[in-house]
């Protein structure tokens, strides 16, 4: 009987299509491409709220975890119209801590430390903290980000 309980295992593990889901040695600029899909689309999505850079970061089929929600690019879109007609002149600055940034097959897998400073007339009006993660994947048109999710840890 033991023989049959590892069998199938052993076909599992030695099944030819597991091979996109081991770690890959990433190179600096696969690394870079990284830093830089996250920076930039907090910069110019979060922060700039321009809508017609979605795009440029993410997948059309995009989704983020936040706080136990699911967003689209749809919902981003509404979240970045809301926050225009409130025309709060605040300045938001993102500042990424990587925690770590790892390649699976034709993936990136990222998770760090998202702070923001929100600055109104030049004085610091608030601060968020988040723990986040986020997969990109190489697309026809590039690195895009497929999804993230993103923890609220607070304004410490």
């Given at each position: 009987?033991?023989?049959?309980?590892?069998?199938?295992?052993?076909?599992?593990?030695?099944?030819?299509?597991?091979?996109?889901?081991?770690?890959?040695?990433?190179?600096?600029?696969?690394?870079?491409?990284?830093?830089?899909?996250?920076?930039?689309?907090?910069?110019?999505?979060?922060?700039?709220?321009?809508?017609?850079?979605?795009?440029?970061?993410?997948t059309e089929d995009f989704i983020i975890l936040e706080n136990g929600e699911v967003w689209d690019n749809e919902r981003i879109k509404a979240f970045m119209?809301?926050?225009?007609?409130?025309?709060?002149?605040?300045?938001?600055?993102?500042?990424?801590?990587?925690?770590?940034?790892?390649?699976?097959?034709?993936?990136?897998?990222?998770?760090?430390?998202?702070?923001?400073?929100?600055?109104?007339?030049?004085?610091?009006?608030?601060?968020?903290?988040?723990?986040?993660?986020?997969?990109?994947?190489?697309?026809?048109?590039?690195?895009?980000?497929?999804?993230?999710?993103?923890?609220?840890?607070?304004?410490?």
């Amino acid at each position: 009987m033991k023989h049959f309980v590892f069998l199938p295992f052993f076909i599992i593990a030695c099944d030819g299509n597991q091979s996109s889901k081991v770690q890959e040695k990433i190179t600096p600029e696969e690394i870079q491409i990284a830093k830089n899909l996250i920076q930039g689309s907090f910069d110019d999505i979060w922060a700039g709220f321009d809508s017609t850079k979605i795009l440029n970061y993410h997948t059309e089929d995009f989704i983020i975890l936040e706080n136990g929600e699911v967003w689209d690019n749809e919902r981003i879109k509404a979240f970045m119209r809301k926050k225009i007609k409130e025309n709060r002149d605040v300045n938001r600055i993102n500042k990424m801590d990587y925690i770590s940034i790892e390649k699976f097959g034709p993936s990136i897998q990222l998770a760090y430390h998202n702070s923001a400073d929100f600055i109104h007339a030049d004085t610091l009006a608030g601060k968020g903290r988040w723990l986040e993660s986020a997969t990109a994947i190489e697309t026809p048109d590039g690195w895009r980000l497929k999804m993230m999710h993103s923890t609220w840890v607070g304004n410490k």
